[in-house]
């Protein structure tokens, strides 16, 4: 299964690149496989180092199932 969270702020530039790096990395330690595409940032020019799509999990079953 696939989840998507969209988090926003104006601009999108600073408290939503935050909270959505944070929230991937509390993901990551809990063992699911996150991407994370920072829109906006990609669409000022400004390279993010994050690439485009979500991941799909890598095992396909949820760590907490």
Do not use: F, K, W
Request: glycine share 16%; net charge negative; proline share 5%.
């Amino acid at each position: 299964a696939r989840l998507t969270v969209a988090i926003g702020c104006t601009g999108g530039q600073h408290r939503s690149v935050a909270i959505a790096e944070e929230m991937g990395r509390l993901l990551e330690d809990e063992g699911y496989d996150v991407g994370i595409r920072h829109r906006d940032i990609v669409h000022a020019g400004v390279n993010s180092g994050v690439s485009g799509e979500p991941a799909a999990p890598a095992s396909g079953a949820s760590p907490l199932g």
